[in-house]
């Protein structure tokens, strides 16, 4: 029963860590669109505000946000 409980907990970590790097990637190109501002900021943002950039990126995942055109 342990083992399960562990298998579980390893996919679930595995599937918030693949929203996230969506949600990052999504971010990403949305900020590179602003030009190098954007980029900027959004390094800046992963910088001073890690804990609110890592749910973002994990909500834009969740979410499927459209890439931007």
């Known amino acids: ?8 907990l390893l996919g679930l970590i595995l599937l918030a860590t693949k ?3 969506q949600g990052a990637m999504r971010l990403f ?4 669109e602003q030009g190098f501002i954007g ?8 910088i001073s505000a890690f804990p609110f950039m890592l749910t973002a990126c994990l ?6 946000v459209p890439e931007p055109d």
Request: charged share 5%; hydrophobic share 70%.
């Open 19 to 21: 929203w996230s790097l």
């Open 39 to 46: 980029l900027v900021v959004y390094i800046a943002c992963w």
């Open 59 to 64: 909500i834009c995942g969740l979410c499927r």
């Open 1 to 8: 029963m342990e083992t399960l409980i562990w298998i579980l």
């Open 29 to 32: 190109a949305f900020a590179a």
